[in-house]
Structure formats: C-alpha cells, structure tokens
C-alpha cells in the first residue's frame, strides 16, 4: 500500500506531532512500503523491489517523488564500477535526481513545510538511499532546493545534478564576455545546459555535434557554431579560430585530441579527466570539476529556468518499472535527459 493512502486515513492511525514537527504513527506491527528500483548485490542485476518507507531524521525533509532523471552515475553503480570506490548498502536504491513534494518533516528543520514543491540530488559518502522510489529523505543543508511554481516536476528532475556539474564547470572557467568556448559534449544533459550557461555569461560557443538533429539542437539553444565530434576537432576548431579557443569543456570523448584546440593560457575544465596530464593539455589551466549540488546551486537554475533563460532537454519519459529500458537508452546515447515518472 502506498504511504499517500495510508496517510489520507491518519483519523485511523493517529499521528505523533513533536516539537512541531510531523511523523505519521503506524501499528507496531505493520508498516507501508514503497516501490524502487534497487541493485540488491554487485553480481545481481537491478530490479523493481518493495522497501520501507524511510523515516525522517534530525535535520531531514521526506519527499513523495513524482520524477526523477536518468545520469552516468546510475549505470556506473548498476555495472559494479564503483565496487571499492564507495561504501555499498545493500539493497542500494539508484538514482540521484528526484523533484517531488514535502510530506513529512523531521526535527530540527526550519524553512519547508509539508506540501512544499522541491527538486535536488542525493548527496553522500555511501551508496544505499537513491531517488528511483516512491519516497526518499534528504537533508535541507545541501542538495535540496524549491521548484518555483512555473517550473515542472519534470524539468526540475532535470536540473539537479547535471545542472550542477554545469554551473560548476561555467564557474571554474571564468568566462567573461567575448570569450570563445568549445563544449565537448553539447548533447547530453551537462552539456546542454553548459552551451546555455556559457551564453549567458556572454561567450561565443561552438558546440560538438554529428547528425542535423544535434545541430539544430545546440544551435537552438545558443550555440554559435558547431564542430563534427567523428573527425578532427582541432583542426575543425583552427579553420574558424586560427588561435585557438580560450575555453574547453569538457563532458564526453577522449579529452586528448582537444588540448591542441586550446589556445595557450586557456583554461581546459573536465568532469572525466582528473589531470592535466591525462587530458594531455600541460598548456592550459586544467581544473578537474565534481559537481557539487549546493542549494544556491540548485536555487540559481531553478530561477534560471522559471525566468526561461535555461531550458531543459527531455528525450524521453520512462515509468518507474521501465528503468532498465531506459539505462539502455542512456548507453544507446540520448539528446538531453530521460526522465523517470513515478506515480
């Protein structure tokens, strides 16, 4: 049973209200449960389980998740990537954006209430609480932020992580206004909202792209011109900019072959590569970015967004039973983000 029925008969169940805060009280014996879509071990494929409910701690809001979307991080943990790398609680729930609605409030939070609209990114030094369920908690220090009224549930599930590791890398280059900046990466999720950013900071941005649709897509979006990612990038990048570009971004693709479309003392920002070394550009200021969904972050695109300065790109609706059709898609390659409804 799902927890929003339970609590619509709370006159059944009664309630617990301690220090202003709201906790629904169930029979010692019985307990909701949720859907999500979980890794139950590292040699075990992913797949739709029943969990309980979470509960609210000190300092934490719990969220009734209506989307969610779809990022690398996902597949990285599903494929057992980050065995070694992270702490894992089995079962681990995937996922790390979710946009939803308040409906429960833990001790010690000041500023939601039940009923608020918010968007956000599970953050964490473990892997076990993840966003592709019915319910989740999060604390309200960092990666939680509200959906202004104009903005869907939807684009807000959009923005969190991606538009982070977006605002992170616009941050760490410094554009100011006139700069040319070469994004490597344009069509996916970061990189869309990388093209836009850069505009917005007053850059001129030549985009990667391959078929007309990719094009027309970061050309629609701000982009001055583009740049064939199947052939020589550099080469491509001179016959416009004899000198260089002052800025790479850098979110998909081998970073080597475009150190040489870097002009010296340009600045080269990558959310892949780690060192200068390995993104072989010794000759730029090299800054390795993960994201980081602070919620001035979070604030800042979602007033980006419901000012319609930024716009977010959603290939492709997925159910909440149908994640493993759309991680094939996210392998596949995908034109902006795939979104996960949850009703």
């Not at 943990?77 to 995937?94: D, K, Q, S």
């Not at 985009?207 to 020589?232: K, L, N, P, W």
């Not at 604030?299 to 991680?327: G, K, M, P, S």
Request: proline share 5%.
């Amino acid at each position: 049973m799902l927890l929003h029925q339970v609590e619509a008969n709370l006159h059944i169940l009664g309630k617990v209200i301690r220090d202003g805060a709201f906790v629904p009280s169930y029979p010692r014996r019985w307990r909701p449960t949720v859907r999500a879509f979980v890794l139950p071990a590292f040699d075990q494929a992913p797949e739709i389980r029943e969990l309980p409910v979470p509960e609210t701690g000190e300092g934490e809001v719990r969220v009734r998740v209506h989307a969610a979307s779809v990022n690398g991080f996902d597949l990285a943990v599903a494929n057992g990537y980050l065995n070694g790398a992270m702490e894992h609680r089995f079962p681990v729930v995937l996922g790390r954006d979710f946009a939803g609605v308040v409906d429960a409030v833990g001790h010690g939070v000041d500023g939601y209430a039940v009923g608020d609209r918010v968007f956000g990114v599970i953050t964490g030094s473990h892997l076990g609480d993840g966003t592709f369920a019915e319910y989740l908690t999060v604390p309200t220090t960092v990666g939680l932020a509200r959906i202004p009224e104009s903005v869907s549930f939807e684009d807000a599930a959009a923005l969190g992580l991606a538009g982070a590791a977006a605002v992170d890398s616009v941050d760490a280059a410094a554009i100011e206004p006139g700069m040319v900046v070469l994004v490597a990466g344009a069509t996916g999720g970061v990189g869309t909202l990388a093209v836009q950013l850069a505009t917005i900071a007053g850059a001129q941005v030549i985009a990667t792209a391959h078929t007309d649709q990719e094009r027309a897509h970061v050309t629609g979006i701000g982009a001055t011109g583009t740049v064939d990612f199947t052939g020589d990038i550099p080469e491509q990048v001179h016959a416009v900019h004899p000198d260089g570009v002052d800025v790479v971004l850098h979110f998909a693709g081998d970073p080597a072959p475009l150190a040489a479309a870097v002009k010296p003392g340009g600045a080269f920002v990558s959310t892949i590569a780690q060192s200068a070394e390995q993104a072989g550009s010794p000759h730029a200021a090299f800054t390795s970015v993960f994201a980081t969904p602070t919620t001035d972050t979070l604030q800042r695109l979602a007033d980006h967004h419901a000012q319609q300065r930024i716009h977010v790109t959603i290939q492709h609706n997925y159910r909440l039973e149908d994640l493993a059709e759309a991680f094939a898609h996210f392998t596949a390659g995908t034109l902006g983000k795939l979104i996960i409804t949850i009703d």
